[in-house]
């Protein structure tokens, strides 16, 4: 092969290979308006408002007429008789007066259960995604924060090879360092294979095809939440799509029984013909069913009745879990707030000048290299526990917001 062509080959075979896929960045907020969009969970939701729409509309619709024909004067013998008489003609049929109105009521009641099911779902959804968004921003600033102490793990190791070329300290040192560095590897693996778990399902809970792979934007830090719990309770009462919806199917269900009441009472029907041999007549027609099933009708009031108080008692329960999970979050979110406090102001503060203070006296033989390594790992330790406090910080916050939503 002339040696010209090697070059050229090499180039050809740099530019065949598939090109790294380039990170795109993700911020928690376009996290979640992209799951908002196309998270499968919040499409079945949108459809299942439709449908209630559907059945509105339904609800909305009086009785269609009906199209007859009738015949009068048929003889008994097979001659036609001349004054056979066939009328055509229209029958509307009526509902007892009040039925219509509930019926209507139900389905309006329905579809805004349905609307509210629909917030329900976004808002549990969003504080899933926020909770795995924030799950990955642990796991990935931990793989971070264990390179960089893989750094000052590097610099205790070339410091005790110095002594020990000096005749300062025993081999023994280099080895413990050397030890801590495999384990901090083998801890630094773990983390990766950990992040990239949890970023995959971030992408299944974004709903969209994978347009990956990200960087995540968002950090973690802490902003201070100052209201009370009587004022988040109070909020949360008011806002709650499930406690709404509690509200909504009792007010269904109190609808339903008044309409298995109505039910009993018969309903009417009008009609109006026109005859085939008088031209210059008309007839009319007036009728009503007979709900002479007591079966039925008790069977329907049965069903309502206790539809009726299974909603009421839901509607209770539903406040009462409200309330509990609402206090739960917030102890958890003022135990982190606690944490992440403690670690910031205090803890790593202290931690990073004993550390400072080891490396210089183990520099002078004033430390022994164990004293040094231990020292080491509480501060590696304080720093992997602050980003967890951080990450339980936010996501307190986040199940704050979906208190008493998430089945």
Known sequence: MPRKAIPFILLWSVLLQPMAAEEKPLSIQEAVSAALQNNPEIIGARQALEEAKGRR?????????????????????????D????????????EFPGKRPLRV????????????????????????????????????????SLETLAELLESIIESSRIRYQAGAAAYRDVLRARVERARLQNETILARQEREAIMAELVLLLGAPAEGPFFLTSELVFVPFDRTLEEVKEAARTASPSLRIAGLRSQQAEAASALAGKNRLPDFSLGLFFPSIRFNAWGIAFGFNLPLSRARTEGERLEAAARQVASAAAVEARANRLDMELETAYAAIRAAADQVRLFEQELLTEMEEELRSGLNQYQYGKLE???????????????????????????????????????
């Open 369 to 407: 290299a164990y004293a040094l390594l231990d020292l080491y790992r509480t501060y590696a330790a304080a720093k992997l526990e602050r980003l967890k406090a951080l990450y339980l910080y936010q996501t307190g916050l986040a199940g704050l917001e979906a208190a008493g939503e998430e089945d």
């Open 57 to 81: 509309l339904q609800s909305e619709a009086r009785p269609e007429p009906h199209l007859g024909m009738s015949t009068e004067g048929i003889p008994f013998s097979l001659k036609t008789a």
């Open 83 to 94: 004054t056979t008489e066939i009328n055509l003609g229209l029958e509307q049929p009526i």
């Open 105 to 144: 009521k139900i389905g309006r009641l329905g579809q805004d259960a349905a609307s509210l099911e629909l917030d329900r779902v976004q808002l549990s959804v969003t504080v899933r995604v926020k909770k795995v968004y924030w799950k990955a921003v642990l796991a990935d600033r931990t793989v971070a």
